[in-house]
């Protein structure tokens, strides 16, 4: 497998699948994906449908639908042990004081711990957390340890820069010097959590991607140099805020289309329009497709799959698509651009 430059965030929902399961063979092979499972269904259910998606090493987070116990996480593992799937858990501060954390360790031989960045004003501090970390590995010493740092979301320039000065004092303090562990995962986003309330009908806005300008200066830091091969960088994607959760049936009118574009440097918006004297769009997914494709940053039929789904919906060769399609285009599409962007950088 070539080096691992990119951890995606991605809800184990059915457009997510699709995107993942579309990726060229180059584009999974680097790549860790972490899915976040946010439904509780049975082992067998989400182990087949990652098989049947991906068959490389994934990360995998259960927190959303066990936050008291591990059961639903060491029966996963279990599972997948028997059908021989490579499974990452990820682990939060109060896992490492369970009483099963044993048990789990014993069915992986790697795990991902996420840490908060800012500290957490009601959590662990920084030196019980990484001491409790350090404490693991030296009990534990063949499993092998990611540390997550999580940033969220990141949509103003100051904003960007007071997190970019907390990093690097976690990188000084615990972990320069270290080497209790095996890669340093930097996650954030920097597209806005309610991005309705931000767009009108018919609107387009650009959002600066932060997130990996942020990754960018770390790497490029020459005080990092020793660990700079030990960076990955990882986003929640163009697809955590999405109406996914919403039950369309109740609306009087559906949804607005919404279409999501990244760029080497913005996030791009897209915003439908419907006539409600008529009741009808009169912007929907075809026409927000065929603005991207005859637009200046369409990057071309050949460069994704979700690209190429953006010009037959665009020129009539398939339909308009739905909400869950566009997912899967748009998460599609910014994956592509996450590698490619991520391969041709040279520090």
């Not at 069915?107 to 908060?116: G, Y």
């Not at 590995?137 to 969220?152: A, E, F, P, R």
Request: aromatic letters at 10%; hydrophobic letters at 35%.
């Amino acid at each position: 497998m070539s080096k691992i430059l990119y951890v995606p965030i991605l809800k184990w929902k059915k457009g997510e699948q699709e995107a993942l399961k579309n990726l060229f063979s180059e584009q999974k092979n680097k790549i860790i994906p972490l899915i976040e499972i946010i439904e509780d269904e049975e082992a067998k259910v989400i182990l087949d449908s990652l098989r049947n998606c991906y068959e490389n090493p994934i990360f995998i987070d259960t927190i959303q639908v066990e936050e008291n116990d591990r059961s639903f996480l060491s029966t996963i593992l279990n599972t997948s042990k028997q059908t021989n799937q490579q499974l990452y858990p990820v682990l939060y501060f109060n896992d490492l004081n369970l009483d099963t954390l044993p048990q789990l360790l014993s069915l992986t031989n790697r795990i991902a711990i996420k840490i908060p960045v800012p500290e957490g004003i009601e959590g662990p501090t920084y030196n019980e957390l990484f001491n409790t970390i350090k404490t693991l590995k030296s009990n534990y010493t063949s499993t092998i340890v990611d540390i997550i740092l999580d940033v969220g979301i990141i949509t103003e320039k100051n904003i960007a820069n007071i997190l970019l000065t907390v990093i690097k004092e976690v990188l000084n303090h615990y972990l320069l010097k270290e080497t209790f562990y095996n890669s340093i995962i930097i996650s954030s986003t920097s597209l806005p959590e309610d991005l309705s309330s931000l767009l009108q009908a018919g609107d387009k806005k650009h959002f600066p991607r932060y997130d990996i300008k942020l990754f960018y200066n770390l790497i490029r830091d020459r005080n990092f140099t020793s660990i700079a091969d030990r960076f990955i960088y990882s986003d929640y994607g163009v697809t955590k805020f999405t109406d996914s959760d919403i039950d369309f049936s109740r609306l009087k009118y559906s949804i607005l289309p919404k279409v999501r574009y990244t760029t080497y440097n913005e996030y791009i918006v897209l915003k439908g329009k419907r006539d409600h004297i008529l009741g009808k769009n009169i912007k929907d997914y075809a026409d927000l497709a065929s603005e991207i494709l005859n637009s200046n940053y369409y990057f071309g039929e050949n460069f994704s799959f979700g690209d190429l789904e953006i010009k037959e919906r665009a020129t009539g060769k398939k339909g308009p698509g739905n909400h869950r399609q566009w997912v899967t285009i748009s998460a599609n599409h910014h994956t592509a651009v996450v590698v490619s962007q991520l391969s041709n950088f040279s520090i």
